[in-house]
Every structure is written in C-alpha cells, then in structure tokens.
C-alpha cells in the first residue's frame, strides 16, 4: 500500500513540474520549435546549457535536459543549418550560471 501511495505521488509531482526536456528530431515537421546554434553568444536569443541529469532541468531557463524518446519530451526541437529558418537561435555554454534568455520575446516558444 505505501508503495504504490508513493508511486502516485511521484507521478503526480512528475506531472507537475515544468522541467526542459527535450528531444532532437530528424525533420522540421516533427518539431514543436526550429532552433539554430550560433557560433557566438551575442548572437544567441537563448544561452543553453546541458545538464547531465532529468531532476537539474530548468523551468524554461536554459537548462535542457535531452531525453532519449519523444513522449519523454517538453518539447521537441529540429537543429536547422540556418538562422534565417530558425524559430530561436541559440548557444551552447560551458556554465550554468550563463544559462537564461537573451531576448525574452521568444520564451512563449518553450512553454
């Protein structure tokens, strides 16, 4: 009985949380949003960093989490090879505390 009580608060609480997760998919079509990696931050709308574990995502502050299956994801993403075809543009930082939006007109976009 406490076992399966503590299941379904679990599950419950999984539910509830707004964690980044999200899930690379091979086509545009696919996707719930296009984003482009920048080569520089400056050019970026939103600084990402990759955290290493599900329970460190962010709630919609550049902490992603990937995900290895699509029913898993928050959102799922295509990688475009231009910015012109972008829905966000984006950049990979080596720190946490670097994560966040640049251009904060884009958040609605990861909700």
């Known amino acids: 009985m406490k ?9 419950l609480i999984s539910g509830i949380t707004n964690a980044q997760k999200v899930f690379s998919v091979e086509y ?11 080569d520089y931050e400056s050019r970026a709308d939103l600084s990402v960093f990759k955290v290493d574990y599900e329970s460190r ?10 995900v ?3 029913s898993r994801a928050d959102k799922k ?3 475009v090879d231009y910015a012109s075809q972008a829905d966000v543009i984006i950049f990979f930082t080596d720190y946490s505390s ?14």
């Open 3 to 11: 076992k399966s009580l503590f299941l379904t608060v679990c599950l």
């Open 77 to 79: 993403i295509f990688f």
């Open 98 to 111: 670097r994560a966040g939006w640049k251009k904060k007109e884009k958040m609605h976009l990861f909700y």
């Open 57 to 66: 995502a962010g709630e919609n502050d550049g902490n992603w989490f990937f």
């Open 28 to 38: 545009a079509s696919q996707a719930d949003v296009k984003v482009f990696v920048a």
């Open 68 to 70: 290895d299956y699509a």
